[in-house]
Antibody, heavy 119, light 112 residues
Framework: EVQLVESGGGLVQPGRSLKLSCVAS????????MNWIRQAPGKGLEWVAY????????YYAETVKGRFTISRDNAKNTLYLQMTSLRSEDTALYYC????????????WGQGVMVTVSS | DVLMTQTPVSLPVSLGGQVSISCRSS???????????LHWYLQKPGQSPQLLIY???NRFSGVPDRFSGSGSGTDFTLKISRVEPEDLGVYYC?????????FGSGTKLEIK
């Protein structure tokens, strides 16, 4: 069974940093591209970042480019999102999601981790 | 970015009934490889989104055949027949033909 479990969220002041983790199980993590997607409270879904299976390709939404860094450790089956210079508009539930094999859709999602940016 | 417009915003339905949700894109979703990367998700209350339909009309593993997708170019539809209580929630379309991937704003399916 595919499982994605996020952690590392919490309350953080504007301008500070936070690092999210997503531990994967139930599949060969190193074979799949991975993503972070977020959902502000009561709002819709926004794709944030993508990393290819071997970390060769990395892409970001314009809203986070230069502030967020996606990375992965295939030996630990773990995806990361380092968030710096956080703003109130970054407040959201952050999901990690797997890119389907040789496809362009997000086939499995974690339960999400909440990040609240507030003074 | 490609704008995805979903209608209606809210959709009251009677259990056992049939409904359709529309998703229109601001530009064609036909990829240079010939595929159309338009997908549908359901987010049940308090849960993460789950994939229902990929590439317009393909049901994901375990999705009942009450769900069907159709459309082409810029105009797409999700149909749900014989609506059951477990179908309630917010439906989102997603395009991944163009970078960045973008979602529709959602359609809330609720009991009439």
């Amino acid at each position: 069974e595919v499982q994605l479990v996020e952690s590392g969220g919490g309350l953080v002041q504007p301008g500070r940093s936070l690092k999210l983790s997503c531990v994967a199980s139930g599949f060969t993590f190193s074979n799949y591209g991975m993503n972070w997607i977020r959902q502000a409270p009561g709002k819709g879904l926004e794709w944030v970042a993508y990393i290819s299976s071997g970390s060769s390709y990395i892409y970001y939404a314009e809203t986070v480019k230069g502030r967020f860094t996606i990375s992965r450790d295939n030996a630990k089956n773990t995806l990361y999102l380092q968030m710096t210079s956080l703003r109130s508009e970054d407040t959201a539930l952050y999901y990690c999601a797997r890119y389907g094999y040789k496809s362009y859709y997000f086939d499995y999602w974690g339960q999400g981790v909440m990040v609240t940016v507030s003074s | 970015d490609v704008l995805m417009t979903q209608t209606p915003v809210s959709l009251p339905v009677s259990l056992g009934g049939q409904v359709s949700i529309s998703c229109r894109s601001s530009q064609s979703l036909v990829h240079s490889d010939g595929n159309t990367y338009l997908h549908w998700y359901l987010q049940k209350p308090g849960q993460s989104p789950q994939l229902l339909i990929y590439r317009v009309s393909n049901r994901f593993s375990g999705v009942p055949d009450r769900f069907s997708g159709s459309g082409s170019g810029t105009d797409f539809t999700l149909k749900i027949s014989r609506v059951e209580p477990e179908d309630l929630g917010v439906y989102y379309c997603l395009q991944s033909t163009h970078f960045p991937p973008t979602f529709g704003s959602g359609t809330k399916l609720e009991i009439k």
